[in-house]
């Protein structure tokens, strides 16, 4: 949890337009971009920033380096950084923490991936995978289908749960989809700007449980970045002090994970709610004071379960939020203007900081077609199994 009596201030951030695998740059030339957009954001120069963390899932050991190198060679810190799916917040989690402390006055996060096509899977087979004890959670819970994609079946698998207990229509689900598309078709950064019809999402082919393709991130290549410093910092080199990281929180797996016989805690839902509750007391807030969430939205289960998670809305109560159009504009909180990991696409280590981007534009004012009026509150979700979350609050000053 950090500790709020030194104010950070995200003043620049950067963002490359996302696309599928096969058609982007190397992960090196894309990180370097996204840097440099962010600091030109900012308005300072790269040697001013006195340490780096660097996110990156598919890669090589100072692959952080490698794309950081493209910037400059200032000889300062570069710390790589890997925590599945959460990684790029976690990189922004280590630099905040880094200002916040006093232990430098400006750092930079950075996050990348160059992605291949087809579902997610480990890079090695000749050691234990770190989610063997999820997996074996899943298997002992609900068995395993070889043919489906793993993670399809944990987070499809928690939609199932949920279904049992709620009753909820399945095409439910799907109508995430096409709020993700409507809003992505806004979004000139996103990988997937065409809308569907809730017809054509539910006809899509049958992925595990609820889930159809429509409803599945795609995988994805991208990168993003943010420059976050001291308040003494800005005022110094009179840079945009508009946005600040109000709280943060970082949690990662409970007992309750594997112990509860229930698929939503396997893929994290204890997690998120935990690290939203100590965002908002350290905040002083409710989530009924949010005006934005970008949330981690990697298959519409994952974000009818999170709007829960973080209490936009009571539990048993999502599918309600969703038919009444309140996860969206003119609603009671717009979730993932941007499209989401479901149409902005999902570049593992660059997601966190696609998140942040989003919402620093929001709080300035400059998100135009997707620009949520009046928004002072944020709130950023970003989930990983294996596992982490990183819940943050961004406000406007």
């Known amino acids: 949890m950090a500790n709020q009596q030194r104010p950070v201030h995200v003043v620049g951030v950067g963002m490359i337009p996302f696309t599928k695998p096969g058609a982007s740059e190397s992960y090196n030339t894309m990180g370097a971009r996204a840097a440099q957009l962010a600091l030109d954001d900012a308005g300072v120069p790269y040697d001013a920033v006195q340490q780096a963390y660097v996110g990156y899932v598919y890669g090589d050991s100072t692959a952080g380096q490698a794309a950081i190198y493209g910037v400059g060679l ?22 905040r923490q880094a200002v916040q402390s006093g232990v430098v006055e400006c750092a930079i996060a950075l996050g990348f991936e160059q992605m291949v096509p087809g579902a997610l899977k480990g890079a090695y087979d000749d050691r234990p995978s770190p989610m063997t004890r999820f997996a074996q959670a899943m298997a002992d819970h609900q068995g395993v289908e070889p043919s489906a994609p793993r993670a399809a079946q944990f987070f499809g ?144 289960a994952n974000e009818l379960l999170t709007y829960e998670g973080l209490g936009l809305t009571p539990e048993g109560t999502a599918e309600k939020f969703i038919l009444d159009g309140d996860n969206t504009y003119g609603g009671r909180i717009v979730t993932n203007p941007s499209g989401g990991l479901l149409s902005k696409g999902h570049p593992l280590g660059a997601t966190g900081l696609a998140q942040c981007y989003e919402l620093v534009s929001q709080l300035r004012g400059k998100a135009e077609q997707r620009q949520v009026e009046g928004a002072r509150l944020a709130l950023q979700h970003n989930l990983g199994l294996g596992g982490a979350c990183v819940v943050t609050l961004y406000q406007k000053v």
Not at 78 to 94: D, P, R
Not at 219 to 235: L, N, Y
């Open 74 to 95: 200032s000889g300062i810190p570069i710390f790589n950084v890997n925590n599945n799916c959460s990684t790029g917040s976690s990189a922004l989690f280590l630099a």
């Open 157 to 300: 698998g928690a939609g199932l749960d949920y279904i049992k207990q709620y009753g909820i229509r399945p095409d439910t689900f799907g109508r995430i989809s096409v709020k993700a598309r409507q809003h992505a078709a806004r979004n000139p950064l996103a990988v997937f700007r065409q809308t569907l019809t809730l017809e054509e999402v539910m006809a899509s082919p049958t992925v595990f449980g609820p889930l159809t393709r429509f409803q599945c991130c795609p995988p994805t290549c991208g990168a993003a970045a943010a420059i976050v410093c001291s308040a003494e910092f800005a005022k110094k080199h009179k840079l945009d002090m508009r946005v600040v990281i109000a709280a943060q929180a970082m949690t990662t797996d409970t007992p309750s994970t594997f112990d509860s016989d229930d698929m939503r805690r396997v893929v994290g839902y204890d997690m998120t709610a935990n690290a939203a509750s100590q965002v908002y007391e350290a905040a002083g807030i409710g989530p009924e004071d949010l005006d934005v969430v970008e949330l981690h939205d990697c298959f519409t």
